[in-house]
């Protein structure tokens, strides 16, 4: 069988590029989802790691 991890970030978010390199793929974006501390909209990103048993 197969396994997922799930997450979800701000696209800004540094680490984005961590989870790329460990296999992290982008499967969503919800548009505008969080606001900063300035009032300004940054979209999250959701993706998934399959891993395989």
Do not use: C, K
Request: aromatic share 10%; hydrophobic share 40%; net charge positive.
């Amino acid at each position: 069988g197969m396994a997922r991890i799930f997450l979800e970030m701000r696209r800004d978010n540094p680490a984005g590029s961590l989870y790329a390199a460990h296999g992290f793929r982008e499967i969503g974006v919800r548009p505008a989802y969080y606001r900063t501390s300035a009032g300004n909209r940054i979209d999250a990103i959701s993706q998934e790691l399959v891993l395989s048993a």
